[in-house]
């Protein structure tokens, strides 16, 4: 064992490893009971899902991010589309083929490729602001407060909200992050200003109430789901980070951190025209 000397004046060590030309070192660290006590992380974060922005995520510490799906959502559209003319053109008795079959995969793959890449991009954000709990809402709050043809496919065929929740899970766990299922009933309707829910109005991404409160919906919706199942004080909010989807990666949006009412959206993602078919996912 060599005796060393460290920065400092604390005493190290050098001794040989367990193969030959290896070495291990070592050196004591004093901890403090204050550091000992302190968590490495006790921050929350809360999430609400959707087809035209994907996922408002705000957390305690004042962060809010936006996911924004309407392109995904168009291009799922759009593949669906074509997979309904080709089953039109089928013989009587046939309801696939080999090329519709492909479109299902291709459909499947992107939409999945793109939930996945998000995952790992909000949980890399949420584990380095300190996040230790993620609340997401259960899907049954959703069709029970906006059902209609149009959420159902949207959460069903394209979102796939079940698998989106196990892939959040799973890809949660890796960085020490609980994910849990909470009641979001009437957060996106709920005026964070007066408290009321009948007297909301909601048009395209906008929020408004008779008492003056003028807000982007999703993100006061996931900061009202927050607020309701946490104790901890919420810090003020930032300028929201909005997302967009490059078929590879998710990339910071040219308007990020305009103010939600500068926003200008489509009225809809969902086709007048007809339903977004079902069947494969």
Known sequence: MLGLKSHGGIPASLGAGGGQGTFRA???????????DTPLADET????????????????????????????????????????????????????SERI?????????????????????????LYAEGVDTVYIGGLTDVLDTHWSV???????????????????????????????????????QECPQCGSTGRTIRQQDTLTCPCGFEGHADLTASETFLKRHTEQVVRPMARPVRFEWDDHDWSESSRSHERPKEQRSDPSTVPRDGNVASGES
Do not use: M
Request: net charge positive.
């Open 26 to 36: 070592s050196q004591p660290v004093t901890v403090s009971e204050e550091t000992q």
């Open 101 to 125: 079959r492909r479109l299902y995969r291709k459909r499947t793959r992107r939409r999945n490729h793109a939930q996945e890449a998000l995952c790992r991009d909000l949980l890399d954000r």
């Open 150 to 188: 149009e959420t159902n496919a949207k959460t069903h065929n394209f979102w796939a909200f079940k698998k989106f929740t196990e892939r959040l899970v799973c890809t949660a766990e890796e960085y020490g992050i609980s994910v849990e299922i909470q009641s979001e009933a009437w957060t996106s």
């Open 45 to 96: 974060a809360a999430l609400d899902t959707g087809a035209n922005n994907l996922v408002a995520c705000t957390t305690t510490t004042g962060e809010q991010y936006l996911y924004e799906g309407r392109e995904l959502f168009q291009r799922f559209r759009d593949t669906t589309r074509e997979i309904a003319r080709l089953q039109s053109k089928l013989e009587e008795g046939r309801y696939s």
